[in-house]
């Protein structure tokens, strides 16, 4: 079965300081990642995906992942944070390998808070 | 072009009524999910439609139902509301069935059961 795990639950750091979200998988076969982000009371927003192309991924926002599969890891990083980074993350695998639409499996969420 | 769209945004209900939630897809998406995201937790998939029948379905109970219809709007049912199924609805389209499409989600409905 598929899961991931979110190695925090909460990370603080300070503005113009790097971002690293730590999020580990497990999967019976070459998985389908994704980070979403979810601000307070708005919807979830696709921040990037890997789909077995490139290991490192750019996402929107100046974020990107990097898949790792000797580490079953696929952490999420910005150089520099912005006040605006502040919300919740997930990590992201889907269900299910090959052509058929899986459903989403969610890691339990990382609050970023980011201090002036 | 208008994103996934759900209606209500809030609202409240007793325990025991029943609930429907709506959504309009992404345009274009004809693949709608549904997901119960409760307070601090990450969401879970409830179950998920395309041309208009249950593909998959989480690990919910029967009292949780949906419907698709012709123009790929769905309808998400709950009924005999327990104070446990207080949460955030989340809708999610997509095109087609291929796992590395895209998913978009809607803002939720808030559901509160007293």
């Known amino acids: 079965a598929q899961s991931v795990t979110q190695l925090d639950s909460h990370v603080s750091v300070s503005e113009g300081t790097p971002v690293l979200l730590r999020c580990n998988y497990s999967s019976s076969y070459s998985p389908s990642l994704f980070w979403y982000v979810q601000h307070p009371n708005k919807g979830l927003q696709l921040l990037l995906k890997?789909?077995?192309?490139?290991?490192l991924v750019k996402g929107i926002n100046g974020f990107e992942a990097e898949f790792k599969k000797s580490e079953t890891s696929f952490h999420l990083t910005k150089p520099s944070a912005h006040m605006s980074d502040a919300a919740e993350y997930f990590c992201?695998?889907?269900?299910?390998?090959?052509?058929?639409?899986?459903?989403?499996?969610f890691g339990k969420g990382t609050k970023l808070s980011v201090k002036p | 072009d208008a994103g996934v769209t759900q209606s209500p945004t809030h609202l409240i209900k007793t325990r025991g009524q029943q609930v429907t939630l709506r959504c309009s897809p992404k345009?274009?998406?004809?693949?709608v999910s549904w997901y119960q995201q409760a307070l601090g937790q990450g969401p879970q998939f409830i179950f998920q439609?395309?041309?208009?029948?249950?593909?998959q379905r989480g690990n919910f109970p029967d009292r949780f139902s949906g419907h698709q219809f012709p123009n790929y709007s769905s309808e998400l049912n709950v009924n005999a509301l327990l104070l446990g199924d207080s949460a955030l609805y989340l809708c999610a389209s997509s095109f087609g069935q291929g796992s590395g499409n895209t998913i978009y989600f809607g803002e939720g409905s808030w559901l509160t059961v007293v």
């Open positions: 890997y789909t077995s192309a490139a290991t």
């Open positions: 992201v695998v889907s269900d299910q390998d090959g052509g058929s639409q899986g459903n989403l499996i």
């Open positions: 345009s274009g998406h004809d693949t």
């Open positions: 439609y395309y041309e208009e029948e249950e593909r």
